[in-house]
């Protein structure tokens, strides 16, 4: 019974717990079913909110597409003026292309023509320019004629360039402390014009010209200067002196212009540098170059070297009883033929252009200088470089010219002179000319005739006060100065024809005498500083070479050669 009993309570448990759940279940049902409804007001809502956002999504869409279809409107109402724009601007450019190019070829066609003008402008010109020259040529071989026939002395100019020492001592202080560098006031207006700018303070400037047979500016070379020279030279081997001497103040460029570079320790010049040669030893390789065509043994050359120093002539060659040179003095007199020897001055007797430059060169550096406020190495001394050039030719053919015996034979291209034996033996002599062994006894066998070629570095005149010399430079400055006056006033009295001519007031013109008085070509090189503080000197050299190139000495006489007949 309690079996059943306590499965019938068991009952009840379970009836009344499926009752709980039950009313469980109904209440979970109820709360499903109001989810449900909640889901679907959700749903409900969710939708219309969807439907309100897609309508509003949409009309915002159709407002863009609206905006953007009256933009694009717009831009085609834009493209379509831009490309009428751009058309037009086209057209335009086209249009100016075309015209451009029409210009361009009309220009090209007037260039053309033009070009052809100038082409046969620059031909006419060529032209012009050649007969220019041939005429110059034709006026200065005119001009050379009648120099020869009236015996005029050639004048040419040389302006040397600005220096580094125009603007280091000497130049003055003005009175501000400023110093007075240098201003060039002479130029070569052309190859025969010296132009000169004359200025005073408070003054206009005025221009000056002077009228040479050449002028060389300060461009120039050496090779430009012995190129006028050169032609000279052929004289001498025709029976003519020549003389060519360099004036000028100091520190002018005449020794340079005369023997070129200097070595600083002496007068010497450098032969390492054959285009800065200077006139003399340039003159020297002409002449052997000249005897080198010539029959061997026709020809020998001697040289001698002097200088005028403060009125006294010192022979630079001259040896002592060790065979070393000294410098002798010696005296300079008129012989009975009214022409001017140097009694036992030195003849060295020299066979090629090397020879040459070691005998002057040896002599060079007993040659005098001292330094001024000018010029560092002023030469104190007249230099006088004698060649003198004997032609042997035989005397027992008769019946040709001598130019034909000389055109038949056949020229020696070694630039050296073959020389008579007896002239071999004895080199060097200190004797006049009457017992030199180039005065050869005259027979029947053998004919001399002697021609001198003088080459001259002078002294250059100086201002005192500029050099700022003193004592026994001063004395030297007197004598050059004095010795350079006397040879203007030679100059002068030749040139007024006056019937003495004072050769003697100076041993220098006294030396000069046959050269100057007309015995031979002369050519005076003027050597000007273009410095403004030379301007007096300048002036002063300007107008030595012009006086100089009026005189009239008569035509300059040639040396007679013996007629001959070719050589059986």
């Given amino acids: 019974m309690n079996h059943v009993k306590t499965k019938e309570e068991r009952i009840v448990v379970l009836e009344t717990e499926n009752a709980v759940l039950h009313l469980k279940l109904a209440e979970y049902q109820g709360l499903a079913g109001r989810s449900t409804n909640e889901v679907l007001q959700l749903y409900s809502a969710h939708g219309q909110q969807q439907k309100l956002q897609r309508r509003s999504v949409v009309t915002q869409l159709h407002g863009a597409i609206k905006r ?8 085609r109402s834009f493209a379509l003026k831009l490309s009428k724009e751009f058309q037009r601007q086209s057209e335009t450019y086209l249009y100016q292309v075309l015209t451009a190019v029409q210009g361009i070829q009309l220009q090209n066609e007037a260039m053309q023509m033009f070009q052809i003008k100038a082409l046969d402008l620059q031909q006419s010109l060529q032209e012009v320019t050649e007969r220019y020259e041939k005429e110059k040529q034709k006026r200065r071989a005119l001009h050379n004629s ?10 040419h100019c040389r302006i040397r360039p600005l220096l580094p020492f125009d603007n280091a001592a000497g130049h003055s202080i003005s009175q501000d402390g400023q110093r007075n560098f240098s201003e060039k006031v002479v130029y070569a207006a052309d190859d025969e014009t010296v132009l000169v700018k004359c200025s005073r303070p408070g003054h206009a400037s005025i221009n000056k010209t002077f009228q040479f047979e050449r002028v060389y500016n300060a461009s120039e070379s050496q090779d430009t200067v012995f190129a006028d020279v050169a032609p000279l030279l052929t004289s001498l081997l025709d029976g003519y002196n020549v003389c060519i001497m360099a004036y000028g103040q100091t520190g002018s460029g005449k020794t340079y212009t005369m023997l070129g570079p200097q070595l600083e320790e002496n007068f010497a010049f450098s032969i390492e540098d054959e285009s800065e040669l200077g006139i003399i030893p340039r003159a020297t390789q002409e002449v052997f170059r000249l ?16 200088e005028v120093y403060n009125n006294e002539i010192f022979d630079l060659l001259a040896k002592d009883s060790c065979g070393k040179l000294f410098g002798v003095k010696r005296d300079v007199i008129t012989t009975r033929e009214g022409k001017s020897d140097v009694p036992l001055l030195t003849y060295e007797t020299v066979e090629n252009a090397s020879e ?9 550096q007993l040659r005098v200088r001292h330094p001024t406020l000018v010029h560092a190495h002023s030469s104190r001394s007249h230099l006088v470089v004698t060649l003198t050039i004997t032609t042997v030719v035989s005397g027992d053919n008769f019946g040709t010219s001598w ?3 000389q055109i038949s034979q056949r020229p020696n291209k070694e630039v050296s002179c073959t020389f008579p034996q007896k002239i071999k033996d004895n080199k060097s002599t200190s004797s ?19 021609t001198r070629l003088q080459l001259v570095d002078l ?12 004592g026994a430079a001063l004395r030297e400055t007197s004598f050059i100065n004095r010795s350079l006056s006397a040879l203007a006033d ?24 046959d050269s100057v008085g007309g015995d031979a070509k002369l050519l005076v090189m003027l050597c000007i500083s273009p410095d403004q503080r030379y301007l007096t000197e300048s002036m002063q050299s300007l107008g030595f070479g012009t006086r100089a190139r009026q005189v009239q000495r008569g035509q300059v006489k040639k040396k007679s050669f013996p007629v001959l007949s070719k050589a059986k």
């Fill in 459 to 470: 002294a250059g005149s100086e201002c005192v006060g500029m050099s700022g010399v003193t």
């Fill in 291 to 306: 005897i080198s065509e010539k029959p061997p043994g026709s020809y020998w050359v001697e040289v001698s070297v002097v």
């Fill in 146 to 155: 009648l120099v020869e026939l009236r015996g005029n002395i050639r004048v």
């Fill in 356 to 364: 040459f430059f070691h005998l002057v060169n040896k002599g060079l």
């Fill in 490 to 513: 030679v100059l002068g009295a030749i040139a007024e024809q006056r019937p003495h001519i004072p050769y003697r007031n100076s041993k220098l013109t006294h030396l000069l005498q």
């Fill in 432 to 450: 006049s000319r009457a017992s030199s062994p180039v005065q050869l006894e005259a027979t029947e066998k053998m004919k001399q005739v002697k």
């Fill in 403 to 405: 130019e034909d015996e």
């Fill in 68 to 75: 953007l279809k009256e933009d694009l409107k717009s831009l």
